[in-house]
């Protein structure tokens, strides 16, 4: 098992920057990426940005890509998305996920075996 828990959420404004972290503990080698996913109101869950756990490999949707990034720390076994140049509809409900393997989609959130909280991300027009 994996136990995650996400947090740095909050209200800003638009164009402003915003990071979010998951901390995660447990059975964590077990784990082959980690992703984040965001989920508005009436929406489905969406795929935002994914990293490896053990290699330099990110993936990114195309509508955070360029504004977003996302990193780890394997150490503190904690993955972070900065967010740049926040938009209205970046709001959402932000979660983390852990799991994937290399013959899965990472942007796939069926990938994944463990999920945090959430963490709400309120961008102001």
């Known amino acids: 098992q994996v136990q995650l828990v996400e947090s740095g959420g909050g209200l800003v404004q638009a164009g402003d920057s915003l990071s979010v972290s998951c901390a995660a503990s447990g059975r964590t080698v077990s784990m082959y990426a980690m992703g984040w996913f965001r989920q508005a109101p009436g929406k489905d869950r969406e795929f935002v940005a994914a990293?490896?756990?053990?290699?330099?490999?990110?993936y990114y949707a195309d509508s955070v890509k360029d504004r977003f990034t996302i990193s780890r720390d394997n150490g503190k076994n904690t993955v972070y998305l900065r967010m740049n140049s926040l938009k209205p509809e970046d709001t959402a409900v932000y979660y983390c996920?852990?799991?994937?393997?290399?013959?899965?989609?990472?942007?796939?959130?069926?990938?994944?075996?463990?999920w945090g909280q959430g963490t709400q991300v309120t961008v102001s027009s």
């Open positions: 996920g852990a799991g994937g393997s290399p013959f899965s989609s990472l942007r796939n959130s069926r990938s994944y075996a463990f």
């Open positions: 990293i490896r756990w053990s290699a330099d490999i990110t």
